[in-house]
């Protein structure tokens, strides 16, 4: 979800979830947990990535890259909690926490954070903490 959403700078959960192949109701979930965790914030009905939500992704390329690992993709993604559960208008309306970016800086700001820089193979080439 966050490199699509990177990718297309900001996207409506209807085509998040359409990119992704994942159900709408999955998406929706999903963001709602990355709002109120800061990595994502929400702008009526558009997503786009916070700084930690760009920092998260990257770190997390590294990271399989540095372990010769494949990231995953929309055919990876499969189970029973893929359903697509009914979902009432009332439900789908409801507006979703909003984070300001300075709310994400500040919680930023209180973490400790490392850094990995790695070549365009993925291998390690410098740390920073």
């Known amino acids: 979800m966050f490199d699509a959403i990177s990718t297309m700078t900001q996207l409506r959960l209807e085509d998040l979830s359409t990119l992704t192949k994942l159900p709408y109701r999955r998406i929706k979930d999903q963001m709602v947990s990355d709002v109120r965790s800061g990595m ?3 702008s009526g009905d558009l997503y786009s990535l916070t700084s930690g939500g760009m920092d998260l ?9 540095a372990h010769g690992q494949p990231l995953p993709t929309a055919d990876d993604i ?5 359903r697509d559960d009914a ?9 979703l926490p909003q984070t300001t ?28 903490t």
């Not at 499969?78 to 893929?82: A, E, V």
């Not at 979902?87 to 507006?95: C, F, L, R």
């Not at 709310?103 to 410098?126: E, F, K, M």
């Open 57 to 65: 992704l990257s770190r997390f390329k590294v990271y399989k890259r």
């Open 78 to 82: 499969h189970g029973d909690d893929d």
């Open 101 to 128: 970016e300075a709310q994400v800086q500040s919680d930023l700001d209180d973490t400790p954070t490392s850094y990995a820089i790695a070549d365009h193979d993925g291998r390690i080439t410098d740390r920073m």
């Open 87 to 95: 979902e009432t208008d009332d439900q789908a309306s409801q507006p």
């Open 40 to 42: 994502v914030m929400q």
